[in-house]
T-cell receptor, first 115, second 112 residues
Framework: AQSVAQPEDQVNVAEGNPLTVKCTYSVSGNPYLFWYVQYPNRGLQFLLKYITGDNLVKGSYGFEAEFNKSQTSFHLKKPSALVSDSALYFC?????????????FGKGNQVVVIP | DGGITQSPKYLFRKEGQNVTLSCEQNLNHDAMYWYRQDPGQGLRLIYY???????QKGDIAEGYSVSREKKESFPLTVTSAQKNPTAFYLC???????????FGSGTRLTVV
């Protein structure tokens, strides 16, 4: 089984401050991990992914995420938030086991960046 | 450019009608997926297909049907048996497990 938890419904942050969106996961084996962003009435856009290698992954629009195996976490971060970062953010996981081609998504976090 | 095209962007359905949402991809991806999104409920999987002429039910398949006659196309029919179809519907495709999904821009279905 695979699942994702995004514990906060909404994250409020002042423009220019660091932004963190939390994600923890559960898989039987080793994970592939992904972050997506969704703007209103749009599809999900890929931000970054962890497959293997360096635990710190850098992605689009200045975002990065750190894979922590011991804490089963993959938190999304941005050093300085912009008003345009206000959106819905989804974390997703896929177990590496053969034949598993489905992603499990978290429920999403609404990020509000306050000018 | 390669991508996924969902049409129409907005769709209105009368009570008791079947409607079909289109999803076409030119990414040469094997797997395709349909999700339903409601406010505060995240993404819920309706159906998915890993190969042409084969598909599986997801978590909320009741009241929906799909076909996968071509690799590029994965249409979703919302039948009259779906009692609460008003939602945002997202189609996605994937090539392999390490790739993640590519999403379409969605169809907003409203019952009138």
């Amino acid at each position: 089984a695979q699942s994702v938890a995004q514990p906060e419904d909404q994250v409020n942050v002042a423009e220019g401050n660091p932004l963190t969106v939390k994600c923890t996961y559960s898989v039987s084996g080793n994970p592939y991990l992904f972050w997506y962003v969704q703007y209103p009435n749009r599809g999900l856009q890929f931000l970054l992914k962890y497959i293997t290698g360096d635990n710190l992954v850098k992605g689009s629009y200045g975002f990065e995420a750190e894979f922590n195996k011991s804490q089963t976490s993959f938190h999304l971060k941005k050093p300085s938030a912009l008003v345009s970062d206000s959106a819905l953010y989804f974390c997703a996981v896929r177990d590496r086991s053969y034949g598993n081609n489905r992603l499990a998504f978290g429920k999403g976090n609404q990020v509000v960046v306050i000018p | 450019d390669g991508g996924i095209t969902q049409s129409p962007k907005y769709l209105f359905r009368k009570e008791g009608q079947n409607v079909t949402l289109s999803c076409e991809q030119n990414l040469n991806h094997d797997a395709m997926y349909w999700y339903r999104q409601d406010p505060g409920q995240g993404l819920r999987l309706i159906y998915y297909s890993q190969i042409v002429n084969d598909f599986q039910k997801g978590d909320i398949a009741e009241g929906y049907s799909v076909s996968r006659e071509k690799k590029e196309s994965f249409p979703l029919t919302v039948t009259s048996a779906q009692k609460n179809p008003t939602a945002f519907y997202l189609c996605a495709s994937s090539q392999d497990r390490a790739y993640g999904y590519t999403f379409g821009s969605g169809t907003r279905l409203t019952v009138v």
